[in-house]
Nanobody, 118 residues
Framework: VQLQASGGGLVQAGGSLRLSCAAS????????MAWFRQAPGKEREFVSS????????SYTDSVKGRFAISRDNAKNTVYLQMDSLKPEDTAIYYC????????????WGRGTQVTVSS
């Protein structure tokens, strides 16, 4: 399985972006998918996840109410809608897939840069 993230860019504070993560492989629809991010000088952190088949979602506290994760299994794509962006959201965003029972993800994309200016 290969994951390709896109949709990053430069946006002013308060703006919006939608990230996409396209996956190859026929079993994509069975995976829990997630977004992580890593800001300069900081460790990678969890942002959001969406399960299969229930589609249950989870978010880190700092993005609750501003970000929304979704998936389109027919298109093998997971999305992250990011609204009311803040400068502290600036990071490289990575998509990940196929979470195991220990919370580890088997597949990772290369990441897309999100920069929020104040």
């Amino acid at each position: 399985v290969q994951l390709q993230a896109s949709g990053g860019g430069l946006v002013q504070a308060g703006g919006s972006l939608r990230l996409s993560c396209a996956a190859s492989g026929r079993t994509f629809s069975r995976y829990t998918m997630a977004w992580f991010r890593q800001a300069p000088g900081k460790e990678r952190e969890f942002v959001s996840s969406i399960t299969w088949p229930a589609g249950s979602t989870s978010y880190t506290d700092s993005v609750k109410g501003r970000f929304a994760i979704s998936r389109d299994n027919a298109k093998n794509t997971v999305y992250l809608q990011m609204d009311s962006l803040k400068p502290e959201d600036t990071a490289i965003y990575y998509c990940a897939g196929n979470r195991d029972t220990y919370g580890r993800y088997a597949y990772w994309g290369r990441g897309t840069q999100v920069t929020v200016s104040s």
